[in-house]
């Protein structure tokens, strides 16, 4: 039997994702809760096993995170001018690799995509 789904923002959520934050600032997980409602947003020092993690990427090193989590989703931001992190987030393995304003936009369809 499934989850129930439920919509907000006219997005739907039909799986509460618990999401692992690596590396992002105090004012963007604000945001991210807002554009995330219904999902579990947790940093490291949570007991909870991610269904995803979401990493800025010109604040940790990507190569460390994927070595992290090898069997876990992974989706990374950076402003648009930061072409060599992106590009070490893309050599480095993970799932999803965008400009954090692009991540603003897309956030909960990125979440289902992923987590599910």
């Known amino acids: 039997m499934s989850a129930p789904t439920r919509t907000h ?3 739907k959520i039909g799986h509460v ?3 692992l934050l690596v590396g992002v600032d105090l004012y963007f997980r604000g945001k991210l809760d807002g554009l995330l409602d219904g999902h579990h ?3 490291s020092d949570s007991a909870d096993w991610p269904d995803l993690v979401i990493a800025d990427v010109g604040r940790v090193e990507p190569e460390e995170v994927a070595d992290a989590y090898p069997d876990i989703p992974i989706l990374g931001y950076t402003n648009h001018k930061d072409t060599s992190g992106l590009r070490r987030a893309h050599e480095a393995g993970f799932d ?3 400009a954090k304003s692009a991540l603003v936009e897309r956030a909960p369809t990125l979440v ?3 987590a599910t």
């Open 41 to 43: 947003l947790v940093t």
């Open 112 to 114: 289902e995509e992923l």
């Open 17 to 19: 994702a618990t999401i």
């Open 96 to 98: 999803q690799v965008l």
């Open 9 to 11: 923002n006219d997005c």
